[in-house]
């Protein structure tokens, strides 16, 4: 392990530890720790002007995958990406200090170091319409298009109804794995 990797499992303890998280927990769910990309490239610029990054292999992925979906008349678009280990904190503590319970808040975000955005592969997706990040996107046709679609391309739904993991349904998350062969 190198002196950078060890560095960042231990900001990753560290944080965990300062928000609460018991390690044994989420052990416990079957979850595991995720590496922050190391390399990443933009994709995508949000309406409140951050920019979305992906890993080059999942960025490539994902701007072919967008380009057919166009073809056929659907819209996707990136609402988040790649997120750090620090911002995925940002999120946690902010739910928190809006009166959210811990328990309730890690059935809605991955606890820092868990998250599938740390790896740049992973991918929130809304379409016109519709509201970011809601059960609702399962009625689009953008939803319909990638449940058809995105394994030709390597991604895939990451949280469906009652996953393992037991996060809730996410039908805006989608993750770069390899393309289906």
């Known amino acids: 392990m190198t002196d950078k990797v060890a560095a960042v499992m231990e900001n990753v303890d560290a944080v965990l530890s300062e928000l609460g998280i018991d390690i044994c927990l989420l052990q416990q769910r079957g979850l595991r720790r995720h590496p922050q990309a190391p390399v990443l490239e933009a994709v995508a610029c949000g309406n409140d002007g951050r920019e979305h990054r992906l890993a080059p292999a999942a960025a490539q992925a994902w701007r072919v995958m967008r380009s057919a979906a166009a073809s056929d008349g659907i819209q996707l678009?990136?609402?988040?990406?790649?997120?750090?280990?620090?911002r995925q904190a940002e999120i946690i503590r902010a739910q928190l200090a809006a009166g959210r319970r811990l328990v309730d808040v890690l059935t809605v975000l991955a606890a820092p170091?868990?998250?599938?955005?740390?790896?740049?592969?992973?991918?929130?997706?809304?379409?016109?319409g519709i509201k970011a990040v809601q059960v609702e996107f399962e009625q689009t046709a953008a939803f319909a298009w990638l449940m058809t679609h995105a394994a030709d391309f390597g991604f895939r739904l990451s949280?469906?109804?009652?996953?393992?993991?037991g996060y809730q349904y996410e039908p805006w998350h989608w993750c770069f794995h390899a393309p289906a062969v």
Do not use: Q
């Open 159 to 165: 949280y469906p109804r009652d996953n393992a993991e």
């Open 77 to 86: 678009d990136v609402i988040s990406a790649y997120r750090s280990v620090a």
């Open 113 to 128: 170091g868990y998250s599938e955005h740390h790896t740049g592969r992973a991918v929130d997706i809304s379409t016109p």
